[in-house]
C-alpha cells in the first residue's frame, strides 16, 4: 500500500532553521508531483512548495526565498525535502507531505512546526 511520512518537525526560535524530509513508497516516485503544504489553526490548508517529476519548482509567495524543496528520485530513496530559512512565527503549522499524479493524491499524516521564542 501507499505511504508517505514525514519527519523532521519541531520548534525553533524565530530565524532559525529546520529541515523537513517526507518518504514515499508503493508509488512510482519519480512519476509523482511532490509537494508540502500547511494548516494553521483556524486556517485552511495551503500549497508551500511542489516539485514536479520534471524537477519544476514552484513556491508560495510567503515562502520564496526562503524555503527550498528538493527530491531525490534515486532507487531506495523516494524523498522530498523541505528546507526552511528564516523561519517566521506565521510559518507555524501541521507540514503534510503530498504525492500527486493526475487526480490520485497520497497525504501523509502531517508534522508540526512550531515557530516561538
Known amino acids: 500500500q501507499v505511504q508517505v511520512v514525514e519527519s523532521g518537525g519541531g520548534l525553533v526560535q524565530p530565524g532559525g532553521s529546520l529541515r523537513l524530509s517526507c518518504t514515499a513508497s508503493?508509488?512510482?516516485?519519480?512519476?509523482?508531483?511532490m509537494g508540502w503544504y500547511r494548516q494553521a489553526p483556524g486556517k485552511q490548508r495551503e500549497m508551500v512548495a511542489e516539485?514536479?517529476?520534471?524537477?519544476?519548482?514552484?513556491?508560495a509567495d510567503t515562502v520564496e526565498g526562503r524555503f527550498t524543496i528538493s527530491r531525490d528520485n534515486a532507487k531506495n530513496k523516494n524523498t522530498v525535502n523541505l528546507q526552511m530559512n528564516s523561519l517566521k512565527p506565521e510559518d507555524t503549522a501541521v507540514y503534510y507531505c503530498?504525492?500527486?499524479?493526475?487526480?490520485?493524491?497520497?497525504w501523509g499524516q502531517g508534522t508540526q512546526v512550531t515557530v516561538s521564542s
Open positions: 503530498k504525492a500527486q499524479l493526475g487526480a490520485r493524491s497520497f
Open positions: 508503493g508509488i512510482i516516485f519519480n512519476f509523482h508531483t
Open positions: 516539485a514536479t517529476s520534471g524537477g519544476s519548482t514552484n513556491y
